[in-house]
Nanobody, 123 residues
Framework: QVQLVESGGGLVQAGGSLRLSCAAS????????MEWFRQAPGKEREFVAA????????YYTDSVRGRFTISRDNAKNTVYLQMNSLKPEDTAVYYC????????????????WGQGTQVTVSS
């Protein structure tokens, strides 16, 4: 059974940084684009960032571009999300997702989801 396990969430002050990790198991990791989504309280889940299977292409939603960086280590079956200059509006549960083939950045195309990790940014 495929597992995606996120870690690294927590409470941070505005302007601070966090690094999320997502470790995949029982997955041909290098065959999947990896994505991060988030869901804030009372809001729908939204796309945050994606990285191609090779790591050669990255994509970001406008609100995080320049502050967040997605990366992956295929040897470790792990994808990362470095979050800098955090804002209170970044508060959400962050989900790791595996999207077979190309990154589509669409929830309906996600093959596997992690359980989520809470990120809270205080003002």
């Amino acid at each position: 059974q495929v597992q995606l396990v996120e870690s690294g969430g927590g409470l941070v002050q505005a302007g601070g940084s966090l690094r999320l990790s997502c470790a995949a198991s029982r997955l041909t990791f290098s065959s999947y684009a990896m994505e991060w989504f988030r869901q804030a309280p009372g809001k729908e889940r939204e796309f945050v960032a994606a990285i191609s299977w090779s790591g050669g292409s990255t994509y970001y939603t406008d609100s995080v571009r320049g502050r967040f960086t997605i990366s992956r280590d295929n040897a470790k079956n792990t994808v990362y999300l470095q979050m800098n200059s955090l804002k209170p509006e970044d508060t959400a549960v962050y989900y790791c997702a595996a999207d077979r083939g190309m990154a589509t950045m669409l929830e309906r195309n996600v093959d596997y989801w992690g359980q989520g990790t809470q990120v809270t940014v205080s003002s």
